[in-house]
């Protein structure tokens, strides 16, 4: 089994009976990039070979496009209409912008690159720093606005399912 598939086994979100809650699943996929990004760091610190290191950025910058476009596509558009404060979501948009900035770097380099495994550590210190706000700040304040987080859920859940597919297929 390679990386990629022993990595999308592991994050394929189970199904219980009720669905997820929009906010678990979210959380789910920030510790598992957290996870993710932690066996990177292992990696450069065991001077591993490039070819691996670069599957594993490869998986990871992939669910991070795929973590960024549900949340831009359903999450965030959602908060807006329960009146969540734009401006938490605005500074989320922005940060997913420069995010995606560093991904098309990274992608567009070599592992062997002499800043490849650098920006892949600065993606990842960004991405933690982006995670803390959200559960911080934008996920409490989702809760109080009362979303339905079972119904929203599930909308995520169906839409990450269908993109993680084509990234398997990619």
């Known amino acids: 089994m390679s990386i990629l598939e022993t990595v999308l086994f592991v994050v394929t979100p189970s199904k219980d009976e009720g669905g997820i809650d929009a906010i678990d699943l979210l959380k789910e ?8 990004f932690k066996n ?3 990696l450069v610190e065991e001077s591993a070979p490039a070819k691996d290191r670069r599957q594993l950025s490869t998986l990871i910058c ?23 404060d734009a401006r938490l979501l605005n500074e989320a948009l ?20 002499t800043l490849y495994d650098a920006k892949v550590k600065v993606l990842g210190e960004y991405i933690r720093h982006h995670v803390k706000e959200e559960e911080g700040e934008l996920f409490p304040a989702c809760r109080k606005a009362e979303m339905d987080m079972a119904q929203l859920g599930e909308r995520l859940e169906a839409r990450k399912t269908k993109l993680m597919a084509m990234l398997e297929d990619a």
Not at 94 to 113: C, F, N, P, R, Y
């Open 40 to 42: 990177y760091d292992d």
């Open 29 to 36: 996929d920030h510790d598992e990039v957290d996870l993710l």
């Open 94 to 113: 922005v940060e997913h912008g420069s995010a995606k900035d560093l991904i098309a770097q990274i992608g567009a380099m070599t592992a062997d690159d």
């Open 62 to 84: 992939g669910m991070l496009m795929v973590h960024a476009m549900i949340e831009e596509e359903i999450f965030y558009p959602q908060a807006r209409r329960a009146g969540v």
